[in-house]
C-alpha cells in the first residue's frame, strides 16, 4: 500500500506542477470545481490524515498561489506516508486517486 500510494502521489504532483496556471485555474469539463481548488482539497484532507495518524490537532493549510499546489499536495502526502498505518494509506490513496479523476 505505501508504495503504490508513493507511486500515485509523485505521479499526480508531477502533473500538477507541469500543469500551465492557466488550465489550473480552470475546472475541467464536468468536474467538480476548479483544478487548483480540487488540488487544495486533496492536500487538506492528506493533512488531516497526517494529523490524526500523529496524534495532533487538524490545522487549515495555507492557501498557497496556483504554482505552489503541487508542492503542498506532494509535502501533505509525504506526512501521511512517514506517518500513517495502513488505514490513514488506504484513505489517502483513496484521496489522490479521486484527484486524479478530478484533473
Known amino acids: 500500500m505505501r508504495a503504490e500510494l508513493s507511486r ?10 507541469s500543469m500551465p496556471l492557466s488550465q489550473l485555474d480552470r475546472a475541467r469539463e464536468g468536474a467538480a470545481g476548479v483544478r487548483a481548488e480540487l488540488v487544495r482539497r486533496a492536500a487538506q484532507a492528506l493533512a488531516d490524515l497526517a494529523a490524526d495518524a500523529e496524534g495532533r490537532p487538524r490545522r487549515e493549510l495555507p492557501r498557497l498561489a496556483l504554482h505552489g ?34 484533473l
Not at 499536495?73 to 478530478?102: M, P, S, Y
Open 8 to 17: 500515485v502521489l509523485a505521479l499526480q504532483a508531477d502533473r500538477v506542477r
Open 69 to 102: 499546489v503541487g508542492d503542498q499536495l506532494a509535502v501533505t502526502g509525504a506526512d501521511v506516508l512517514a506517518h500513517g498505518d495502513d488505514a490513514a494509506l488506504a484513505a489517502a490513496l483513496d484521496v489522490v486517486l479521486e484527484l486524479r479523476r478530478g
